[in-house]
């Protein structure tokens, strides 16, 4: 049995004089220690679904329909005392901006013992020995010292591994980690990402890494959801939705990356932009932007179907795949 | 446009400094040291003796970490701010140290694009009063006929109907409102164009259309582009030559080919690895020690040294210069001057 299991969520805002749907009908699994990626951009509703799992929705958000089973209990049933023992205990969070996630005026160690004091029954010292143990794992150094210390006077990848290190503090069986390296610079990006991914394969914790960086899922997830306007239109092995995508909107996606064309040519843009969700079209959501869309595409909206490794929500996958690889022999 | 590849360097800048005071007032300055008052002004060095030239017609990316001082480098060349060290040189003609109303004249030459859309359109003037303003401003003889043909070419060319020019900025997407910026930087019909991360607050699928647009403009008005990105990728694709900041310093300057295919300085190479690459399918980069330093006070040799794999003694007593090396990279570092990388 799978860990996590969504079954056709939907997240609805309530606007003045309408619901707008900002996720629609969303179904995926994931498994114990599994890393799953999810992106898209922005507005696709990938931190949507990242609050969601942690119920975190506040109004006017909420969830209109759907289950999401975590370890066979139903998340979207729970009042939310029962759902303060869950966060930070079984399913932790990482966001995108670490100053906005540490409190400013608590030190490091306040924040650390705090957490763990609230979930578990430990003394002070005991809590210490955790936290300082945690810290060593994210390799801050002089641990002891940064108890001690306030967010301000930390740099950027410092507070980030701080941030983990307390994401890791209960030892969950989940973490969701929303572009949890945005806000930093690549040298410092590619070491968040290498520790994220070696904790989570040595202490078997699963990942659901939410970002707009197919490099970065490339390297980081073995599954991988691509999400438009609020639906996934893909998801698949990460290898096989990377070098074989089938939907036109994740193909543009990746061919628009400035390393798919030779440099100083022209990039292939995919035209036009993402929707907003009050004007999402009937039918395919991409098909204004689709070179491949039909009558059938802008009418009737595609269901998600099985095609080889991957899930795929379009019409015309079959059709394309044979186009494409006339292109391709010709 | 035959002639011009001859011209001598369209911009040029010799020595640049520039560092910002952080104690302002005379009582800031003030401090407690060894139970004595002492009067001390900290300074962030954010430019350090930035020696570089630019011919006509290339795309020069300027490439860094926050705080290397890739965006100070930007203000500095367009004028708004003054360098503390140095000569900035345009068309052969010194531009630093200008008054407001002598940068007239070059503003109509040299325009500015920056990162975020939503700040650099004035939210109560529609497209059309943002657009028409720097041309009348300019061409003062234009009639107002003229000036709206000039709009509305400008408008097409960039992919933005001409029908939507009474709008206000807000009605716009940020990929629009971005070639809004582009196109109102072109009104003027420039000859030089400063960007500043003008991609970075973009998606992916608008990154590439904006990046198409300041190409073609490139290819079609013969601009040079003075590019600042801390993204590789788009560097590779757009630049024509690369300049590597570290702390405020050049680490290494380069034909984009050449930096891609041989990085020669540890810095370089590090930034290169940690970009990840869909080929990939786990980290893949080198590691760095520690972070970046703070600005404020600058080690006296190289500013890398703290971080990098092959700093020896003479790395942290002396600040290496850069040097030309044989595939023409110019590389400021005392390893690969030693030539003991390789090893």
């Known amino acids: 049995m799978s860990m996590l299991s ?109 957490t763990l004091m609230a979930h578990r029954k430990l003394s002070k010292a005991e809590a210490e020995q955790i936290a300082i143990v945690k810290l060593r794992e ?108 089938q939907h036109p909107y994740t193909q543009g996606l990746i061919n628009a990356l400035p390393q798919q064309t030779l440099p100083g040519h022209k990039l292939k843009q995919i035209p036009g932009s993402m929707p907003s969700l009050t004007t999402i079209p009937e039918g395919c959501p991409f098909s204004p932007r689709c070179q491949y869309a039909t009558d059938k595409c802008r009418r009737i909206r595609p269901e998600i179907v099985k095609y080889g490794p991957a899930e795929v929500a379009c019409h015309e996958v079959n059709r394309l795949h044979e186009t494409q690889s006339e292109e391709q022999s010709a | 446009m035959k002639d011009m590849s001859n011209s001598p360097a369209i911009l040029e800048l010799k020595n640049l400094e520039k560092r910002f005071e952080l104690d302002k007032g005379f009582l800031e300055t003030i401090k407690l040291k060894d139970k004595r008052l002492v009067r001390e002004k900290r300074e962030v060095h ?53 008054s407001r109303r002598e940068l007239i004249g070059l503003r109509k030459k040299m325009q500015m694009i920056f990162q975020n859309p939503y700040a650099s359109l004035n939210p109560r003037m529609t ?60 009104t003027v019909d420039p000859e030089f164009i400063i960007a500043d991360e003008p991609i970075s607050a973009l998606d992916v699928s608008i990154q590439a259309q904006v990046l198409n647009l300041m190409l073609e403009a490139k290819e079609e008005r013969g601009l040079t582009y003075l590019f600042i990105t801390h993204d590789l990728s788009v560097v590779q694709h757009f630049g024509t030559r690369v300049v590597v900041l570290y702390l405020g310093s050049v680490c290494e300057l380069s034909d984009t080919k050449t930096l891609f295919e041989a990085p020669k300085h540890p810095y370089t190479k590090a930034l290169l690895s940690a970009v990840p690459q869909l080929k990939d399918d786990k980290p893949n980069h080198i590691r760095l020690k520690g972070e970046i330093p703070t600005p404020i006070n600058l080690p006296v040799g190289c500013p890398f040294e703290s971080r990098c794999g092959f ?33």
Request: proline share 5%; glycine share 8%; net charge negative.
């Open chain 2, 311 to 343: 700093a020896d003694k003479r790395c942290k007593l002396e600040k290496p210069r850069p040097l030309k090396q044989p595939d023409g990279s110019i590389v400021a570092c005392h390893a690969v001057e030693e030539d003991r990388l390789d090893v």
């Open chain 2, 46 to 98: 954010a430019v350090n003796n930035v020696s570089l030239e630019m011919e006509r017609g290339e795309a020069l990316c300027v490439v860094g970490e926050s705080g290397c001082g890739k965006s100070t480098v930007a203000r500095l060349v367009a004028g708004l701010l003054d360098p503390s060290g140095g000569e900035i040189h345009y068309d052969g003609e010194r531009i630093d140290g200008r």
């Open chain 1, 6 to 114: 969504v079954r056709d969520l939907t997240v609805k805002f309530a606007m003045r004089d309408q619901n707008v749907t900002a996720l629609d009908n969303i179904s995926f699994d994931l498994g114990e220690g599994e890393r799953l990626g999810i992106v898209g951009e922005s507005g696709a509703g990938k931190s949507i679904t990242g609050f969601a799992l942690m119920n975190l929705l506040s109004r006017p958000g909420y969830i209109d329909n759907g289950s999401i089973l975590f370890e066979g209990e139903d998340i979207v049933q729970k009042s939310e005392s029962q759902m303060r023992k869950i966060r930070g205990d079984r399913i932790a969070m990482i966001f995108q901006d670490p100053m906005v996630t540490l409190n400013p005026v608590l030190t490091i160690g306040q924040q650390m013992i705090e």
């Open chain 2, 127 to 186: 497209i059309q009063q943002a657009l028409e303003e720097p041309v009348r401003y300019h061409n003062k003889d234009l009639s107002n006929a003229e000036i709206r043909d000039k709009v509305r070419e400008v408008m097409k060319s960039v992919g933005v109907d001409p029908s939507w020019a009474a709008r206000y900025p807000h009605e716009f997407s940020g990929g629009q409102r971005q070639r809004i910026a582009i196109a109102r930087a072109l």
């Open chain 1, 138 to 245: 994210v390799y801050i150094p002089s641990p002891q010292e940064r108890l001690r210390q306030y967010p301000h006077e930390l740099s950027g990848g410092m507070r980030q591994r701080i941030i983990i290190a307390i994401a890791l503090l209960l030892d969950p069986d989940l973490i969701i980690a929303d572009e949890p390296t945005t806000a930093l610079d690549v040298t410092i990006q590619a070491d968040i990402m290498e520790l994220l991914l070696e904790l989570c394969q040595s202490n078997k914790v699963g990942l659901i890494l939410i970002t707009h960086d197919l490099g970065v899922v490339s390297q980081m997830a073995e599954r991988t959801l691509v999400m438009y306007a609020g639906r996934i239109i893909e998801s698949g092995p990460t290898r096989e939705i990377i070098n074989d995508p």
